[in-house]
C-alpha cells in the first residue's frame, strides 16, 4: 500500500505540519514524532534504536514485529497513511544524536515494509533558515547586537549549528 512519508529537515515547519495538519485530518492516518502523538513510538520503529519509554535498545525480532503490526493497521485504514519523523534525516550526524539509525538502515526498513512509499522532504531558504534557528535556538540571549561574523565565531555556533550545516569558510 502506498504511504507518504514526511522528512522535515530541521526550522522548516515539520512541527506545525505535524500538529495542524497531520494530526487534524480526517482524510489522513497520521503517524507522528511528537512526543505526545498515539503514533510516536510506532513512527519511532524505523528511526530510534531505543524506543520512548524503553530502557534497552529494540531487539530485530521485536522492532519486526512491531513493523508488521504497524503495516497491518495501515493496510487496514481506508484513510491515506502519512509517517512524520524528523529524525528520517539525523542519522548524518550520529556522533551528536546516539539513539538514531543511520539513513541507509531507515531507508531498507521503509523499503521492505512499504515498497510503494512516496518521500515528501521539506526545506527551506538557507538565509532564513539560518536566522530562524539562531533566533529559535538563541531566545533569551541578547543575539541582536552582535555581527553575523561575532555569531558564527561564537561556542554556541561552533558546538551546535555547525554540525548540521558543515559550514565552512
Given at each position: ?26 482524510e489522513l492516518l497520521a503517524f507522528t514524532a511528537l512526543g505526545d502523538s498515539p503514533g510516536h513510538n510506532e513512527v519511532s520503529l524505523f528511526t530510534n534504536k531505543i524506543i520512548s519509554g524503553e530502557n534497552t535498545a529494540i531487539t530485530d525480532e521485536e522492532r519486526a514485529r512491531r513493523l508488521l503490526a ?100
Amino acid at each position: 500500500r502506498e504511504c507518504v512519508f514526511h522528512i522535515g529537515y530541521p526550522k522548516t515547519a515539520s512541527t506545525f505540519l505535524q500538529r495542524q495538519i497531520f494530526e487534524n485530518s480526517q482524510e489522513l492516518l497520521a503517524f507522528t514524532a511528537l512526543g505526545d502523538s498515539p503514533g510516536h513510538n510506532e513512527v519511532s520503529l524505523f528511526t530510534n534504536k531505543i524506543i520512548s519509554g524503553e530502557n534497552t535498545a529494540i531487539t530485530d525480532e521485536e522492532r519486526a514485529r512491531r513493523l508488521l503490526a504497524l503495516k497491518e493497521k495501515i493496510d487496514s485504514s481506508s484513510r491515506k497513511p502519512i509517517l512524520s519523523h524528523e529524525s528520517m534525516i539525523i542519522g548524518q550526524w550520529q556522533e551528536y544524536y546516539t539513539n538514531f539509525e543511520n539513513p541507509e538502515t531507515v531507508c531498507q526498513r521503509i523499503c521492505e515494509y512499504f515498497p510503494q512509499a512516496k518521500i515528501m522532504i521539506c526545506i527551506r531558504d538557507q538565509v532564513s533558515w539560518l536566522d530562524s534557528w539562531f533566533r529559535h535556538d538563541l531566545r533569551g540571549y541578547n543575539i541582536s547586537t552582535k555581527s553575523i561574523s561575532e555569531i558564527i565565531d561564537s561556542e554556541y555556533f561552533k558546538d551546535n549549528i555547525m554540525p548540521f550545516i558543515k559550514y565552512n569558510r
